[in-house]
């Protein structure tokens, strides 16, 4: 009898875990950082979450934190990350989003940021939107700036979104 009852406790407690584990999984957005070759900095992580705003500290819109590090042997002065939101029907949430700093990043040197979108529509976003990412422009401390290759960024966009082109890469 003993035997019994504890196989079919097991049963009960392992139904609710999976059913748990399996709703959370579907939940939350993804994300893709894009590909690009020679870009000084590289995004090693990304999340793209909605925001609700439902406190007076916080928007609502499209919260975007990322993490990067400086590859060159160069300092960095000023940096600009790119982010693309798509809603949970696969479409654009509005132009280019991009969050920027003026703070100096030694070469081999890491850095965090995060950025808030505000769209119309941020709410399309909660729970099945993806967020994109890429490096857009670095201005290096001799002056030199180096900006995205427009073309590579447009055609991994558009295995995502076909319809997308040049004129929707820029920013608002």
């Known amino acids: 009898m003993k035997n019994y009852y504890e196989g079919q406790i097991k049963h009960v407690?392992?139904?609710?875990?999976?059913f748990f584990l399996?709703?959370?999984?579907?939940?939350?957005?993804?994300?893709?950082?894009?590909?690009?070759?020679?870009a000084p900095l590289i995004i090693y992580e990304f999340t793209a979450k909605y925001q609700d705003g439902?406190?007076?500290?916080?928007?609502?819109?499209i919260r975007f934190d990322v993490r990067f590090t400086n590859i060159t042997e160069q300092p960095v002065v000023a940096y600009?990350?790119?982010f693309f939101a798509f809603d949970v029907f696969n479409r654009p949430l509005g132009?280019?989003?991009?969050?920027?700093?003026?703070e100096a990043i030694d070469p081999n040197g890491s850095e965090r940021g995060a950025w808030v979108q505000r769209t119309t529509s941020s709410a399309l976003f909660r729970e099945y939107g993806t967020g994109v990412a890429y490096v857009s422009k670095v201005r290096f401390e001799?002056?030199?700036?180096?900006?995205?290759?427009?073309?590579s960024i447009?055609?991994?966009?558009?295995?995502?979104e076909a319809t997308l082109t040049i004129d929707d890469l820029e920013s608002d």
Do not use: C, H
């Not at 132009?95 to 003026?102: D, E, L, Q, T």
């Open 13 to 18: 407690l392992f139904i609710p875990i999976f």
């Open 22 to 38: 399996g709703i959370m999984s579907s939940l939350g957005q993804d994300v893709l950082v894009l590909k690009q070759e020679n």
């Open 54 to 61: 439902a406190s007076r500290y916080a928007s609502e819109g």
């Open 80 to 82: 600009s990350i790119g």
């Open 95 to 102: 132009r280019p989003f991009g969050g920027f700093a003026i």
């Open 142 to 151: 001799d002056g030199t700036i180096w900006s995205y290759d427009s073309e």
């Open 154 to 160: 447009l055609n991994q966009l558009q295995e995502f």
